[in-house]
């Protein structure tokens, strides 16, 4: 069993940032492909952005690109997502979760654990 905890969710204003920190427990990020995912109110559970198991790679949605980016810290054993730039379209419950393979999956169905969630509200 992996356990997962989000932080860092708040309220910030567009154009402001905000970084996400997914804590783990029961195995270390450097072992598993870890994902973030959002769900806004009323709409489904849509992938943000991945690392594999190694940070070797990354992957991200085109809604973020270049505004997110995700990272492992191996020290502390989180996976963290840096929102810049954020705008009220962002404004969703985030997700992290961690699969058992050496690729981060960019589909939900592809992830094993999950984490609780952490509330982003960005004000327009």
Do not use: H
């Amino acid at each position: 069993q992996v356990q997962l905890v989000e932080s860092g969710g708040g309220l910030v204003q567009a154009g402001g940032s905000l970084r996400l920190s997914c804590a783990a427990s029961g195995r270390t990020v450097s072992s598993v492909a870890m994902g973030w995912f959002r769900q806004a109110p009323g709409k489904e559970r849509e992938f943000v952005a991945a690392i594999s198991r190694s940070s070797g790679s990354t992957s991200y949605a085109d809604s973020v690109k270049g505004r997110f980016t995700i990272s492992k810290d191996n020290v502390k054993n989180t996976v963290n997502l840096q929102m810049n730039s954020l705008k009220p379209e962002d404004t969703a419950v985030y997700y992290c979760a961690a699969a058992l393979t050496w690729l981060p999956p960019i589909s939900a169905g592809g992830y094993n654990y999950w984490g609780q969630g952490t509330p982003v509200t960005v004000s327009s």
